[in-house]
């Protein structure tokens, strides 16, 4: 009978004495500092998950914005008569190459495909010749001329450039 009552009770785990014990203060202290940082750690990650996608975004929109930069400037170069149109069918050929975009050659090819949305596409003026008229110039462009001889001192040309200056009359 003695060896019954010698022997330890069955171990469940945790000690009869720790179970009955309530938790001091600052155990509890400690628990609630540690899930207010665990629920803080979490919200700060989806913040940072969030700020992430929006880096992502704004890497893809700067990105796009260069690649448009470059092609209106190509296109500026090669003497385009509609940029907005010749923009739109290079937007398409960017879409259709998987490859990095080779955007002169892309205006090149192109200005094979379109020939009409280029300059060298437009009849050329014919040249002026010692027989042809005159080319007439703008208002504007005349008293610049003129404007420009007058500064020399000579007195015809002043003359001459406060007449092109005073209104016309009609009498």
Not at 101 to 124: E, G, W
Not at 145 to 164: E, I, K, P
């Amino acid at each position: 009978m003695s060896d019954e009552n010698n022997t330890p009770p069955e171990d469940s785990g945790t000690p009869a004495a720790e179970t009955t014990r309530p938790p001091t203060s600052e155990e509890i202290d400690w628990r609630a500092r540690a899930l207010a940082a665990e629920s803080r750690l979490s919200q700060l990650e989806s913040e940072a998950t969030k700020l992430r996608d929006q880096l992502a975004a704004a890497g893809v929109a700067i990105q796009k914005e260069q690649q448009a930069r470059a092609i209106d400037r190509a296109l500026t170069d090669s003497g385009v008569i509609d940029a907005e149109v010749a923009a739109l069918m290079l937007d398409a050929m960017l879409a259709a190459s998987p490859e990095p975009p080779d955007i002169p050659n892309l205006v090149q090819s192109l200005r094979t495909q379109k020939p009409f949305l280029f300059q060298s596409a437009l009849p050329r003026p014919l040249s002026p010749s010692a027989m042809s008229p005159a080319i007439t110039t703008t208002p504007s462009e005349e008293l610049d001329t003129l404007a420009t001889q007058a500064r020399t001192g000579d007195r015809r040309s002043l003359l001459a450039y406060l007449r092109a200056r005073r209104p016309a009359r009609g009498i």
